[in-house]
């Protein structure tokens, strides 16, 4: 069966460190994978598009890695900051232009 | 632009009562979505429209759900009766379209928090 599996456990940083969240996934062959914030009481948030023919994205603070080979997705936040505490979510589209489904997400906290 | 619209924001019910929730999705956006979220887990799909249609429900219970998007707009997604595990927040998300190479981003709505009693 199709899985998309994300840090279980909390992620605790100190502010201005780099956070790097992992989402691995079996029996997909995405065509894209997105990143999406979520704060409490809240709908998710997208943050980030990566295609399967990109390694790399970045949008300011935020940078995705995806490794088709691996089936494995990284999003990192450099220089994090408290404001960044919040649980992100890893998604796939498993047929292309269909709806999402998502990972249990991953809860980060930044501490001053 | 006003976001994805949902209500109530809360609603606490007793089991075997029923309750509606309301979305009206962002103007122009043809695919309508209702997730599932329990605590502590990600989004599932209850049910995808492309305009009225209903596109996939296949994880919809369907002996107690029910949803309808009579003009292709706003939606109501219906639970009767309630049960005990029905507590959940129930988020109404939509995007521009599906289908083909074009890259399907959803925009959510704050969601609709249930508790069953």
């Known amino acids: 069966s199709q899985k998309i599996e994300q840090n279980s456990e909390a992620l605790n940083i100190q502010e201005g460190k780099t956070a790097t969240l992992t989402c691995n996934y079996t029996?997909?062959?995405?065509?894209?994978l997105q990143w999406y914030r979520q704060d409490p009481g809240r709908g998710p948030v997208f943050l980030l598009l990566?295609?399967?023919?990109?390694k790399e994205k970045r949008k300011e603070r935020l940078k995705v890695t995806f490794d088709t080979t691996l089936k494995q997705s990284l999003f990192h936040i450099t220089a994090s900051q408290p404001a960044d505490s919040a649980t992100y979510l890893c998604?796939?589209?498993?047929?292309?232009?269909?709806?999402?489904?998502f990972g249990k997400g991953t809860s980060l906290l930044v501490t001053p | 632009e006003a976001g994805v619209v949902q209500s109530p924001r809360y609603k606490i019910i007793e089991k075997k009562q029923p309750v509606a929730f309301w979305c009206n999705p962002i103007?122009?956006?043809?695919?309508l979505y209702w997730y599932l979220q329990n605590l502590g887990q990600g989004p599932e799909l209850l049910i995808r429209?492309?305009?009225?249609?209903?596109?996939?429900d296949s994880q919809l219970p369907k002996d107690r759900f029910s949803a309808e998007r009579l003009k292709g707009v706003d939606s109501t997604l219906k639970i009767q009766p309630a049960e005990l595990g029905d507590s959940a927040v129930y988020l109404c998300?939509?995007?521009?379209?599906?289908?083909?190479?074009?890259?399907?981003?959803?925009?959510f709505g704050a969601g609709s928090r249930l508790t069953v009693l």
């Open positions: 998300a939509s995007s521009l379209g599906a289908g083909g190479s074009g890259a399907n981003v959803l925009t």
């Open positions: 029996n997909y062959s995405p065509a894209y």
């Open positions: 990566i295609r399967e023919n990109e």
């Open positions: 998604a796939l589209d498993p047929f292309g232009g269909y709806a999402l489904n």
């Open positions: 103007s122009g956006h043809n695919t």
């Open positions: 429209y492309e305009n009225e249609e209903a596109v996939d």
